[in-house]
């Protein structure tokens, strides 16, 4: 059974982690997306709230399944044995800081990470972006799924 998980704080979902998760889908048996918590970091939305817009958006899809963790993104791989991280590419800049990760984590812990450039229509999205829309109320609908922008 192919699994793997799609690391991300979700602060909130966008429509560019939605392109990549489904563009997903057919190459593994589950992704677990998998929401960071870092206690360091401030979050506009509330964990339960990124959790539950996540789980509303992919409520009908049964190879998603939705987790938190903290510490280390290998260890949690190791916990929940899967053997591939999920990565979307925006831009070269991303490439350059995915790539650093994803070689200091296979030398962690032998897991291979997969990249998908995300699709020309979504790559400009970000949530710090939508987060700075959405706090100058400006409307954030064509950035983010249903589930978030019903908030």
Do not use: W
Request: hydrophobic share 40%; aromatic share 10%; proline share 4%.
């Amino acid at each position: 059974m192919r699994r793997a998980i799609f690391p991300g704080s979700f602060d909130p979902i966008t429509l560019g982690h939605v392109d990549i998760i489904n563009r997903a889908l057919p190459l593994f048996d589950e992704i677990i997306i998998a929401i960071g918590i870092n206690a360091d970091k401030k979050y506009m939305f509330s964990l339960k709230e990124r959790v539950n817009f996540i789980k509303e958006n992919y409520k009908n899809e049964p190879k998603i399944k939705v987790l938190t963790y903290t510490g280390l993104t290998t260890d949690f791989c190791e916990k929940v044995n899967v053997d591939f991280i999920l990565r979307g590419l925006r831009n070269p800049a991303d490439f350059e800081f995915e790539k650093a990760i994803a070689q200091t984590n296979r030398k962690l812990s032998g897991i291979e990470t997969v990249f998908l450039l995300t699709s020309a229509d979504t790559a400009f999205i970000s949530s710090s972006i939508v987060r700075d829309v959405f706090r100058h109320g400006g409307d954030i609908t064509k950035f983010v799924p249903k589930s978030v922008s019903k908030k």
